[in-house]
């Protein structure tokens, strides 16, 4: 009973003194780590207080560029594109400070992108190819902000609302947006539709072949050359068109300024709609005649 009592007695005191060991590793670790893990939690959130002040203060910068340059008359694309560089360009700046903060220098991230140039250029590719674009778009200027142009790789179209470094920002007549890659407008065809002050008007309308040449020719000389919104001054016609398998197809044409062009288009049809009615013009439908025999 004395030796079973004497061996316990030994187990707890080895128990005690492992556990006390234990515990003094544990308070040396955290004595050691732990004004650490505090200058770590620190810089922390010094670097947000940073990011988020540093961000403030890119807005402010950017936005004091932009109205200096929109009181310089500049073209209001080069102002977003500039803008949008600038931005960029400054949030870069903020990060190598950041990474100073925590003992990463601006050289060090030079030179690891330096020795990774073939993978970035490669993952960058596509963003260098736009912001190339971007670049050729402000100098060639194939179009403006404000106009409507058509882009022919997809057949989109809008009006030009903002031209970023990387993206020109379409705006639909249904006001949705269309975000297009600059590189894929400065490698493809553009038709600017608001490039020029006028444009010509085409209309084409077919009559029946019974119908009288000379009354049409004078319904559509009154109604589409006579509308307001055609101008006086410029080249205008009415003439047969061709003559078709159902109808005479007669035409007329005649210059407005490019914002009146869709109103006047409309307008004209629809009052050489009514004209024709008026005087028995008949606009004939595709048909055919089948005769047979036995």
């Given at each position: 009973?004395?030796?079973?009592?004497?061996?316990?007695?030994a187990?707890?005191?080895?128990?005690?003194?492992?556990?006390?060991?234990?515990?003094?590793?544990?308070?040396?670790?955290?004595?050691?780590?732990?004004?650490?893990?505090?200058?770590?939690?620190?810089?922390?959130?010094?670097?947000?207080?940073?990011?988020?002040?540093?961000g403030k203060?890119?807005?402010?910068?950017?936005?004091?560029?932009?109205?200096?340059?929109?009181?310089?008359?500049?073209?209001?694309?080069?102002?977003?594109?500039?803008?949008?560089?600038?931005?960029?360009?400054?949030?870069?700046?903020?990060?190598?400070?950041?990474?100073?903060?925590?003992?990463?220098?601006?050289s060090?991230?030079?030179?690891?992108?330096?020795?990774?140039?073939?993978?970035?250029?490669?993952?960058?590719?596509?963003?260098?190819?736009?912001?190339?674009?971007?670049?050729?778009?402000?100098?060639?200027?194939?179009?403006?902000?404000?106009?409507?142009?058509?882009?022919?790789?997809?057949?989109?179209?809008?009006?030009?609302?903002?031209?970023?470094?990387?993206?020109?920002?379409?705006?639909?007549?249904?006001?949705?947006?269309?975000?297009?890659?600059?590189?894929?407008?400065?490698?493809?065809?553009?038709?600017?539709?608001?490039?020029?002050?006028?444009?010509?008007?085409?209309?084409?309308?077919?009559?029946?072949?019974?119908?009288?040449?000379?009354?049409?020719?004078?319904?559509?000389?009154r109604?589409?050359?006579?509308d307001?919104?055609?101008?006086?001054?410029?080249?205008?016609?009415?003439?047969?068109?061709?003559?078709?398998?159902?109808c005479?197809?007669?035409?007329?044409?005649?210059?407005?300024?490019?914002?009146?062009?869709?109103?006047?288009?409309?307008?004209?049809?629809?009052?050489?709609?009514?004209?024709?009615?008026?005087?028995?013009?008949?606009?004939?439908?595709?048909?055919?005649?089948?005769t047979?025999k036995?």
């Open positions: 009973m004395r030796f079973l009592m004497t061996a316990d007695s187990l707890t005191d080895a128990i005690i003194t492992t556990t006390e060991k234990e515990i003094g590793v544990l308070e040396k670790y955290l004595e050691e780590s732990l004004p650490k893990l505090l200058d770590f939690a620190i810089d922390v959130i010094l670097a947000a207080l940073v990011l988020i002040i540093g203060i890119i807005k402010w910068i950017v936005g004091i560029i932009r109205k200096s340059m929109e009181r310089a008359n500049a073209e209001q694309g080069v102002v977003t594109f500039v803008g949008s560089l600038c931005k960029y360009a400054l949030y870069f700046v903020l990060v190598l400070m950041i990474l100073s903060n925590f003992g990463i220098t601006a060090s991230v030079i030179a690891v992108l330096g020795s990774a140039g073939l993978t970035v250029g490669l993952a960058l590719q596509g963003s260098l190819s736009n912001f190339a674009g971007g670049v050729l778009i402000l100098l060639l200027k194939p179009f403006v902000v404000g106009d409507y142009i058509i882009e022919n790789a997809d057949k989109q179209e809008g009006t030009v609302s903002e031209i970023t470094i990387f993206y020109t920002k379409l705006l639909t007549v249904d006001n949705k947006a269309i975000m297009i890659p600059n590189g894929t407008l400065s490698n493809t065809s553009i038709v600017n539709v608001t490039a020029m002050q006028k444009r010509r008007l085409d209309l084409r309308f077919g009559v029946a072949y019974e119908s009288d040449i000379q009354l049409v020719k004078e319904i559509l000389t109604v589409a050359l006579g307001e919104a055609v101008l006086k001054n410029e080249d205008a016609n009415v003439f047969v068109s061709e003559l078709k398998d159902s005479i197809e007669m035409g007329a044409r005649c210059w407005v300024k490019t914002e009146d062009y869709w109103t006047a288009k409309w307008r004209i049809t629809e009052n050489i709609k009514t004209e024709f009615d008026k005087a028995g013009v008949n606009i004939p439908f595709p048909q055919m005649e089948i047979m036995k």
